[in-house]
């Protein structure tokens, strides 16, 4: 399977989000760059992800029917043509990161997913009804993983 080469500005794999794009700094999304989005593509589908979290897997962004031709999207922006989903802070858009106090590093995985026609989910997906939805279906996807602390 062909991969979408997915980054930040703002981090690089692996390497500590600023505060600024935390829950309790500015709460803005981090700039993303992708490339290598495949023919065929009907829709990208964006996710971020902590699966360090007390409670199971949190979604702190999920943007579904963003625009194939689009290769980024600016801090504090949606996706071009993206609809922004609840997250699991109960809101929609970004919502940053906020690990409990003396957790190690969470880890924040950001993935985008070419599809190759609309993904339909339940009104309030989980992270598990996404991976359903798209895990199959995909034609390509790329991972960036951020770190965090408090």
């Given amino acids: 399977m062909a991969g979408i080469a997915l ?3 703002a981090f690089t794999d692996h390497t500590r989000i600023a505060r600024r794009y935390a829950k309790d ?5 981090p700039p993303l760059t992708w490339s290598g989005v495949p023919d065929g593509t009907a ?7 902590d699966p360090d ?3 199971g897997t949190f979604v702190h962004w999920l943007v579904t029917g963003i625009a194939p031709t ?10 071009s043509g993206g609809t922004p989903h609840k997250n699991g802070y109960g809101d929609a858009g970004w ?19 070419a599809l190759p026609e609309p993904v339909f ?10 991976h359903q939805a798209v895990d ?6 790329g991972t960036i993983v951020g770190l965090y602390q408090r």
């Fill in 43 to 49: 829709e990208l589908v964006l996710l971020c992800e």
């Fill in 70 to 79: 689009d290769g980024s999207v600016d801090a504090g922006e949606t996706p």
């Fill in 121 to 130: 989910l339940p009104e309030d997906p989980s992270a598990d009804d996404i």
């Fill in 53 to 55: 979290a007390p409670g």
């Fill in 136 to 141: 199959e279906r995909q034609l390509a996807s």
């Fill in 95 to 113: 919502g940053g990161p906020q690990p409990p106090i003396g957790d190690p590093e969470h880890r924040y995985c950001f993935r985008l997913y």
């Fill in 7 to 9: 980054g930040s500005a």
């Fill in 25 to 29: 700094g500015e709460n803005v999304s």
